[in-house]
C-alpha cells in the first residue's frame, strides 16, 4: 500500500528558508541584512504593511515588506524607540484615531431594517508569519 503525500503550501517564512537554503539573500527591508537560517529558527522575520492595515493600507505583496522582527528593525517602526514614539506606527494610528474622534459624536441613527456591515472594523497589522 502506497500512501500518496500531498504536498503542502508553504507558510511564508518557510518560502524564505526555502531561498536561504539555495544561497538567495532575503535582505531586512530595515537594516539591509540578509536573514539568516537564525532568523528562521527564532521567528525573527516578520511581515510588515508600509502603510498600516488600521489605516486603509492594502494587504497585498505592493504594501508588505519582510523585515527583522526584534529591535531595531520592525519592534522600532511599530512602537517608536524607548526615547520617543513618534513617527512610530502606534503614534501614527493614534493620531488617525484622534482625528476622525469628533467623527464619534456625530449621530447617524440608521432605520432599523436596513442591513448591517458584518465586517470586521480591525485587523491586527502584524501576525507572526510562521504561526501555525
Ligand atoms: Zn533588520
Redesign the pocket.
Known amino acids: 500500500v502506497t500512501k500518496k503525500r500531498r504536498r503542502r503550501r508553504f507558510s511564508e517564512i518557510e518560502v524564505i528558508e526555502t531561498l536561504i537554503h539555495q544561497g538567495i539573500e532575503v535582505p ?6 540578509p536573514f539568516t537560517r537564525e532568523d528562521v529558527r527564532t521567528k525573527n522575520i516578520q511581515k510588515e504593511h508600509l502603510q498600516e492595515l488600521e489605516l486603509e493600507g492594502a494587504d497585498k505583496p505592493f504594501n508588505c515588506r519582510f ?2 522582527r526584534d529591535a ?3 519592534h522600532t517602526v511599530t512602537n517608536g524607540t524607548p526615547a520617543t514614539a513618534a513617527g512610530s506606527s502606534k503614534h501614527r494610528i493614534a493620531k488617525a484615531n484622534n482625528a476622525t474622534r469628533i467623527d464619534k459624536f456625530v449621530v447617524n441613527k440608521r432605520p432599523l431594517d436596513e442591513p448591517r456591515d458584518r465586517k470586521p472594523k480591525f485587523q491586527t497589522r502584524t501576525r507572526d508569519i510562521n504561526a501555525d
Open positions: 531586512c527591508f530595515r537594516c539591509k541584512v523585515s527583522h531595531p528593525c520592525h
